[in-house]
């Protein structure tokens, strides 16, 4: 409480976010709960009075793991990627894909060992980038 009165900015409100959110955008807010939980948030312009969320049972240390193999595969071009980038799609998109149905555009905010994801490698069931589907951006929380 004594650095939010001490920040210059003010936190916006889940509906502020929402309605500032064009209709063909998804704001993804991933967060660490605990060593064996990590909770991703979906905003949308239709989420105004209910966000979509999901926990996922995810062991962290294994998480930063494939974030870094598939951090490091996609640095080095003799490295095979995409079995590492469809795992970490199912681990981190499959759970919320309902909610990103009809989006054009992705504001991906991760946490923890998500900042070395690269999203838009990751491949979706279909066998197609994420960056092949959806524009993206990157945003803190």
Known sequence: PG???RRAARSASHEEVA???PPDTALLEYVVLSDRRLAVFVVTSDTR???F???LDIEYAALSRQAA???AACADPRKPYRAA???LHRRLLGPVASALAGKKRLVVCPDGALWDV???ALVDPQGRFVAERFELATGFS
């Open 3 to 5: 650095l939010a009165q």
């Open 19 to 21: 309605a500032a959110l």
């Open 85 to 87: 980038a469809a795992a």
């Open 118 to 120: 690269p999203f838009a």
């Open 49 to 51: 009075t209910d966000p």
């Open 69 to 71: 193999a598939l951090h």
């Open 53 to 55: 969320a999901r926990v």
